[in-house]
């Protein structure tokens, strides 16, 4: 009889637990589903190809034509066109640079060059005097500094608007290497102030407070932020071409006339796919 | 060995130096051409070099400076590249011949130097002959000359 009691007590005890069991699985599992239904599990986007239709798409560029050396063209389509950097005055100042750095004919002597002092007696038998030595390309010199500054600018990352005034500031502070510029500024000026005189003239569209100039007066003070300027410029010295020349006692430059340059009302409609 | 190639007037001339005075860097400068067919030489221009300096520029103008080095003081004020002096040189006369560059160094040659530079200068043309040289010499301007010494090397910095 008692055992009877006690088995059944015991039944009745197991049947309790495993019920209450039952009952705290069910509790545990609820919030979970809970947070299922509240967070969406991320869809697995689907690539979406949009086609533009080029053609149509038209902005207003200078025709490539104007720049006459195949570099200075690979400049504009690598800064204007794929950066689009199209606002003004931007866009006309750079080209006009471009179109500086192309028609110039002027050097500097290499680093790595000997003089040789030449006396020759012509055919008339009158002597002709002359000095050869080894030149650098001006235009050469500076389209390899800019590609060097581009290139430090793919791999660092730096404002759009940062990108354009270091671009100008660099094109305008080597400006006073080109001889035909040279009749814009008085004679008796100092390097820093031909440097400045020539960025004003060349700099005209932009206010006297824009951030071009600020940046001038950097590379002027050789600012630490800037350094990279310099390095660019001295990477392209050293990996220069060098060309024979021979300096006969006059020189005649020709002049490069700031109003033929081209102006903005020279600009087409031309598609991106026309670069 | 004369017979006739054509009288090129390209800038294909190459250049080979005597050095006829290592100290007072005094050097001839001969321009051969070089005919690839029949791999021959022909001379075709003889310049005096002292320091970074052309003296003279071809064959009749070399060929004075010539005389006068052996002439040594013999020679006198119509002298036309050298010019006989006398120095004294711890308290005794010494005869030199004197070169004036351009920018206003003075060279003075001594007489065992003089004498050394025309056996050399006899060594360097021994075996060439003249008749190409007298007939064609090239007549070069500033510009075929920059565009020649850039080629052989001349107006590289070798320090």
């Known amino acids: ?275 | 060995m004369d017979e006739m190639i054509e009288n090129y007037n390209g800038n294909n001339i190459i250049i080979s130096d005597v050095s006829l005075n290592n100290d007072k860097h005094i050097k001839l400068l001969r321009g051969f051409e070089v005919d690839e067919s029949g791999k021959k030489k022909y001379m075709r221009n003889v310049v005096i070099m002292v320091e970074d300096e052309f003296i003279t520029s071809n064959v009749a103008d070399t060929m004075i400076f010539k005389e006068e080095l052996a002439l040594f003081n013999f020679g006198d004020k119509q002298n036309k590249y050298l010019f006989p002096s006398s120095r004294t040189i711890e308290q005794k006369k010494a005869n030199s011949l004197d070169l004036k560059l351009r920018d206003g160094k003075v060279i003075h040659i001594t007489r065992s130097e003089a004498r050394a530079m025309i056996e050399l200068w006899k060594m360097a043309f021994k075996t060439y002959t003249f008749s190409r040289l007298l007939e064609f010499e090239k007549e070069q301007t500033l510009e075929t000359w920059t565009v020649a010494l850039e080629a052989n090397g001349y107006l590289q910095l070798s320090e």
């Open chain 1, 1 to 275: 009889m008692y055992i009877a009691i006690i088995v059944i007590l015991i039944f009745a005890l197991i049947i309790y637990y495993t019920s209450k069991i039952g009952v705290d699985d069910e509790q545990e599992i609820e919030p979970e589903n809970c947070i299922q239904d509240r967070v969406p599990q991320p869809e697995t986007s689907k690539e979406v190809v949009l086609y533009f239709n080029t053609d149509m798409v038209k902005f207003a560029f200078y025709h490539v034509h104007v720049l006459l050396n195949y570099q200075s063209r690979k400049f504009y389509k690598k800064v204007v066109v794929d950066k689009l950097f199209l606002d003004e005055p931007f866009h006309t100042t750079f080209i006009q640079l471009l179109q500086i750095y192309d028609h110039t004919e002027s050097w500097i002597k290499s680093q790595k060059t000997k003089e040789i002092k030449l006396k020759i007696r012509t055919k008339n038998g009158s002597f002709q005097e002359g000095t050869s030595f080894k030149v650098y390309s001006i235009s050469e010199i500076i389209f390899d500094f800019l590609g060097n500054i581009l290139e430090h600018f793919d791999n660092n990352r730096y404002s759009k608007n940062d990108q354009k005034n270091v671009i100008l500031a660099a094109l305008a502070w080597k400006l006073d290497l080109v001889m035909e510029l040279k009749y814009l500024c008085e004679k008796d000026l100092n390097c820093i102030e031909r440097r400045e005189c020539l960025g004003n003239k060349i700099l005209k569209h932009h206010e006297k407070n824009h951030d071009v100039f600020q940046i001038l007066r950097m590379l002027e003070a050789r600012h630490e932020k800037l350094l990279f300027v310099f390095e660019a410029y001295e990477k392209a010295l050293k990996w220069q071409r060098e060309y024979p020349y021979v300096q006969k006692d006059k020189e005649q430059h020709k002049n490069i006339h700031l109003e033929n340059l081209v102006t903005k009302n020279s600009k087409k409609l031309i598609s991106l796919d026309a670069f």
